[in-house]
């Protein structure tokens, strides 16, 4: 079992639709949690990150974080075109010699139909 | 601008050949840290860096190797014993070595084939 998996994908949503991605993690040490948006050939950027329990808005883009059941969510509301690309989760272990480590799921492409 | 500048942007090996892919940043982090995707995949970490003089291997270190003895530079060396190193390279940093919720700042990349 990877540390981090994501749905396989690819996702198609219709432009204006919701886009859910979700993330499973196995270790419950874990304690920071990271949404990478990756267009094609280029490096990963940071879209949300979240540490406790519950959901984190930001404009179109909510983090859902449930510790309990090891999951973590990216809804992207009002879909657009420009929101095509991979999306990564991306795990933090905790502090101490893995501070700053992140373990990553292999992504899932989206994309959105106009 | 600060940021983290990556070089070369496309870089070809040939067999047999050891090749260094440059990583310098001047956002005064204290972590680095080299990633390789290979194409549909993640990301996984191949070495990093906590603090000058000092690195550690991540989860794919075989046939690479690595040196900080600037805080601003984390060159990365692909030896002729990895076998398969056509991939899309990583440089990253995180401000603050001791932290847990870092933000993950990345270089541009670097994409090395084996001709």
């Known amino acids: 079992q990877k540390e981090v998996e994501q749905n396989s994908g690819p996702l198609s949503v219709p432009e204006g639709a919701i886009a859910s991605l979700n993330c499973t993690y196995s270790?419950?040490?874990?304690?920071?949690f990271f949404w990478y948006r990756q267009y094609s050939g280029k490096s990963p950027e940071l879209i949300m990150f979240i540490y406790s329990n519950g959901d984190k808005e930001d404009g179109r883009f909510t983090a859902q974080l449930n510790k309990a059941s090891q999951y973590v969510s990216l809804l992207i509301r009002d879909s657009q075109p420009s929101d095509s690309a991979t999306y990564l989760c991306?795990?933090?272990?905790?502090?101490?010699?893995?501070?700053?480590?992140?373990?990553f799921g292999d992504g899932t492409t989206l994309t959105v139909k106009p | 601008d600060g940021g983290i500048t990556q070089s070369p942007k496309y870089l070809f090996r040939k067999e047999g050949q050891n090749v260094t892919l440059s990583c310098e940043q001047n956002l005064n982090h204290d972590a680095m840290y080299w990633y390789r995707q290979d194409p549909g995949q993640g990301l996984r970490l191949i070495y990093y860096?906590?603090?000058?003089?000092?690195?550690q291997k991540g989860d794919i270190a075989e046939g690479y190797s690595v040196s900080r003895e600037k805080k601003e530079s984390f060159p990365l060396t692909v030896t002729s014993a990895q076998k398969n190193p056509t991939a899309f390279y990583l440089c990253a940093s995180t401000p603050d070595r001791r932290a847990s919720g870092n933000t993950i700042y990345f270089g541009e990349g670097s994409w090395l084939t084996v001709v």
């Open positions: 270790d419950r040490g874990s304690q920071s």
């Open positions: 860096s906590q603090i000058v003089n000092d690195f």
């Open positions: 991306a795990v933090n272990m905790g502090g101490g010699t893995n501070a700053g480590k992140s373990t």
